[in-house]
């Protein structure tokens, strides 16, 4: 069997490993058993896979520039996107059909914002912040209301 370090591993193959790992992110979230509409911004390849298994399946949009309401939504932002007119959209998506907002950062990517980052945007942006969750992805993420 072929061993390839995962530090030169292709994205994909590191997104599967990640995900075969562990309980699947939206489970971990209570996604896979919510009422109403679930939409997720650029998800990474292990949560698609994810959540091509659920049913409905959630929405997708690249970003919260092009995405629509829903009543939960989960975003993988990166640093330079974590700003309070980025964070006051999201707010926007989220109370058009009542809801609340996943934010998902993930320490060891680069591009990545921090969780101060995110809380930092929060209030200016139109959001209170909520319970932190680690998830088995070693992600952090910060429930938004």
């Known amino acids: ?3 390839v370090p995962l530090d030169i591993a292709p994205p994909l193959v590191v997104a599967a490993l990640r995900y075969r790992a562990c ?3 939206l489970a971990e979230l209570g996604l896979d058993a ?4 679930v939409l997720l911004i650029d998800p990474p390849p292990y949560v698609s896979a994810e959540a091509s298994t659920m049913t409905p399946r959630p929405g997708v949009a690249s970003s919260v520039q092009v995405a629509r ?3 939960l939504i989960v975003w993988w932002p990166t640093r330079d ?3 309070p007119g980025s964070v006051s959209r999201l707010a926007w998506l989220a109370s058009a059909e009542q809801g609340s907002a996943w934010v998902v950062v ?3 990517d680069a591009d990545a914002p921090s969780l101060d980052d995110v809380r930092a945007a929060i209030s200016p942006g139109g959001f209170s912040p909520g319970e932190v969750r680690t998830l ?3 992600e952090v993420a910060l429930h938004l209301t």
């Open 106 to 108: 993930d320490a060891e």
């Open 81 to 83: 996107q974590v700003n």
């Open 34 to 37: 919510v009422e109403g509409s």
């Open 1 to 3: 069997m072929l061993r």
């Open 69 to 71: 309401p829903a009543a």
């Open 23 to 25: 309980m699947g992110v």
């Open 136 to 138: 088995s992805t070693g």
